[in-house]
């Protein structure tokens, strides 16, 4: 099986990464095109895959092919994919927003669609992803592109109409907590802590916490409950947390991105 990545920025380049240091795949059975070429030599310097020319260069040799380009480039991509299309073909999507639907539309009805939702830290092999499939995937290729998934994070299956809820929770949502974590180590700073000592300090705490929630069991007000003494010092900022429309103020972040995400599919 050979896979073939069109689009060779953030996360299929992160992905290309992932699966060759797993050991899982070889290297030499990956093939790259990128609209700017530097980025494919790039990467066949640095992890020895297969540097192409072109789509239709691409698609030749690769059975399984993965959409790594922004949305709003796929319909430049997707006419070039269908003149190369064969039979042998999986077309794998990672795009925001665009679903079975859409890629039928370009493609054909019986063309099998995997999508799936990465998110960035695929880039340290810690990406939460998620996936769905056309009903013309055959079980097989399904496996393998679970397994190529999983050198860069763990996946899951998710029916296609929570989606867009997944690409706002699982996919954007790093970008929220890079900000949480800043805004702490930011406050530290106000305190006198050098930042990268408070910055080590917050994304640590955040990394604890996040595991006490998976770990523990226990209600997240359940953990809040325990850290705030009574009389103490955490009920204050709690307090002042939702005097300040927190719970409200993530929820209208997490709408915003759903809402912008479903409105690509339109
Ligand atoms: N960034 C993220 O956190 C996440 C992104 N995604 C999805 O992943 C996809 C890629 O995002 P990301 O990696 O961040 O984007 P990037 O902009 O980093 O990468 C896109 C790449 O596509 C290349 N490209 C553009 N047009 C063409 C073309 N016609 N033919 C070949 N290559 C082309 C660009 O080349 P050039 O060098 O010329 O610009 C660029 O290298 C998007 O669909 C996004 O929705 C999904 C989950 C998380
Ligand atoms: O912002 C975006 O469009 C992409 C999709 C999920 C994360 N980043």
Excluded at 117 to 132: E, Q, R
Excluded at 167 to 192: C, K, N, Q
Excluded at 204 to 218: C, F, R, T
Aim: charged share 15%.
């Amino acid at each position: 099986m050979k896979y073939g990545f069109i689009g060779l920025g953030n996360m299929a380049t992160a992905i290309i990464k992932g699966m060759c240091n797993s050991g899982d795949f070889q290297s030499n059975f990956i093939y790259g095109y990128n609209r700017t070429k530097a980025k494919t030599t790039k990467l066949a310097t640095s992890y020895g895959i297969q540097a192409t020319d072109s789509i239709e260069e691409l698609m030749s040799h690769c059975d399984v092919i993965v959409l790594g380009v922004k949305p709003q480039m796929l319909p430049d991509v997707l006419p070039v994919v269908r003149t190369y299309l064969q039979e042998k073909h999986v077309i794998v999507s990672i795009a925001a927003g665009k679903n079975i639907t859409y890629f039928q539309g370009y493609l054909s009805e019986v063309t099998p669609i995997i999508r799936v939702m990465p998110n960035i830290n695929a880039l340290i092999g810690a990406s939460t992803s998620c996936y769905t499939a056309s009903e013309q995937v055959p079980n097989t290729q399904l496996q393998l592109v679970t397994t190529l998934f999983e050198t860069v994070g763990t996946i899951i299956e998710v029916p296609e109409h929570l989606f867009s809820i997944f690409a706002t929770i699982g996919g954007a949502s790093p970008a929220f907590t890079y900000m949480y974590i800043d805004a702490l180590a930011r406050a530290a700073v106000r305190e006198g802590m050098p930042k990268n000592m408070a910055l080590e300090i917050a994304a640590n705490a955040v990394l604890g916490s996040a595991k006490m929630i998976l770990q523990s069991q226990e209600h997240p007000w359940s953990l809040v409950d325990q850290v705030c003494s009574p009389g103490g010092t955490t009920i204050q900022g709690v307090s002042s947390l939702q005097s300040n429309h927190f719970e409200t103020t993530i929820h209208d972040a997490v709408a915003a991105v759903t809402d912008k995400d479903r409105s690509l599919s339109k």
